[in-house]
């Protein structure tokens, strides 16, 4: 995938495979004398020209009048006039009307930022656009506040129906945007209001509390969520620490469990273009999986992460410093690992927790079934001489069973979706891992315990934050929010909790790698390797 790559074309500027055309527009106006004016109204005369150079309709709402008169007034040679985009697009892929929502003295138009920000369940990401050239200013992330209420959605969805509930789960996200926001403004050294447009990626019920609208039926049937596609609506109605009338965009959702992050990475993965068949795995505090090509997309989606995010395992933590990431076991069941920034170990991220499933198996130490083979209960990773805590850090059978629900839950939605279309894996051209856990999952570990397919490795690739990704082109290009709203439209959604078969496939899934072992051809040489090695 390529990243990045400004291209110079005649008079318009490209950015990877697109035009820019951003969310809102800055256009620098030269003002007319009095005797050039004649009669007419100075603020007409302003629309007049806005809409010339735009060809489409132009707002200026009262509230900016008396402004933009002022400016006229003070005899400045030129003005900049800052453009909200309206819902509509045009056939052509540009955006149908504008709303003046801000004017200044002088030509601005190279002062131009936006935001593309991804809201995960745990943890958020901000970037600050340049929307002159597409490119990525300043960065920030942090944990998602709402944590406090609830580690998993299902959690924080129970949490809303308390009193006053959902405006705290609002708040708490909002105050964790605001945050970051100052934090890239400091950064960049520019003022938030600066700001003139945002785009959102995230999944569906963060969507929902975001916007401060009840999630509640999101986890009940028929699971139909209040929203898909929320539309364009301005900063200052949730509160973000923006210009007020920056229009905010949230990529569209399908259902109550594919949002639209799982649709940015459909958009930046090119799925939806290519002719061969190709699946898309986004493991996360949920499970989302995209099957599909440029004639047709299904999807799916189920609980899956906590247990990898750390949330469930007894030493399991978040990705952070001093979380062991890496764990290899040799034949004589020596552990090596690593933490993140070597600091002291304080516990095993999902990385790790998988990496240390994987290497119990292929050394023998747990059974095909997920039970160790002698007896013991744990198995340690790092020794409480090593750890900061001073105490040791495990695996035990019980967080093994954990994973194993996991690992099923994955292997039975796949599974299912698979054969909805009739569909065999040497039919996958390509495995997509979305997703910030999918940056860092070990493909090869993954594979091992059967929590991803056995595929040639070439075929795998890795997205990084493809919903931060996703939110980064929607903000600078509307044909590629039409885009995404043509991926929303073309969608063919299974719902798991509906799905008789998804709990029979679930129950037969809980080996390691799989029940048929002839799906996992590489890891059965692995096996048959140690094993020789060990006589």
Known sequence: MNHYRPVILADQRVVNDFELDPLTRKISIKILQGHEQGNKG??????????????????????????????????????????????????????????????????????????????????????????????????????????????????????????????????????????????????????????????????????????????????????????????????????LAVHPLAPIYCLPSIGSYIGGDVLAGILVSGMHKQEEVSLLVDIGTNGEFILGNQEWLVGCAGAAGPALEGGVTEWGIRAEQGAVDQVSIDSEHHVRYTTIDNAPARGICGSGLIDSLAELFLNGLINRAARFTDGRERFTIVPAGESATGKEIFISQKDINSLMRTKGAVNAALEVLMESVGCQWEEIAKFYAAGAFGQYLPIESAITIGLYPDLPREQMLRLGNSSGEGARQVLLSHSKRQEIEEIAGKITYFEMNASSSFMDKYGGSRFLPHTNMDLFPSVKEKLAVRQRGLC
Not at 48 to 59: A, D, G, I, K, M
Not at 65 to 76: A, E, G, S, T
Not at 192 to 197: E, R, V, W, Y
């Open 42 to 239: 100075m603020v007409d005369t302003l629309r007049r020209n806005l809409q010339q150079r735009l060809s489409v309709p132009v707002e200026i709402p009262l509230a900016l009048m008396n402004h933009l008169v002022k400016l006229v007034r003070d005899d400045n040679e030129v003005i900049t006039v800052t453009l909200a985009a309206g819902n509509d697009i045009n056939e052509d892929g540009k955006a149908a009307s504008y709303q003046a929502i801000d004017a200044e003295p002088g030509d601005h138009t190279d002062a131009h930022v936006g935001l593309a920000i991804d809201i995960g369940t745990t943890t958020v990401v901000v970037y600050l656009v340049n929307m002159v050239n597409g490119d990525i200013i300043a960065k920030a992330s942090d944990y998602n506040g709402q944590i406090k209420l609830g580690d998993d959605i299902l959690s924080r969805i129970m949490a809303a129906r308390e009193e006053k509930g959902l405006k705290e789960l609002q708040t708490l996200i909002v105050n964790t945007l605001n945050a970051l926001i100052k934090q890239v403004c400091l950064e960049a050294d520019l003022k938030p209001q600066a700001i003139s447009g945002v785009c959102i990626g995230a999944n569906t019920t963060m969507v929902h509390l975001c916007l401060g609208l009840d999630p509640g039926s999101i986890c009940r049937a028929p699971y139909r969520p209040a929203v898909n596609n929320a539309g364009i609506f301005c900063a200052g109605e949730i509160g």
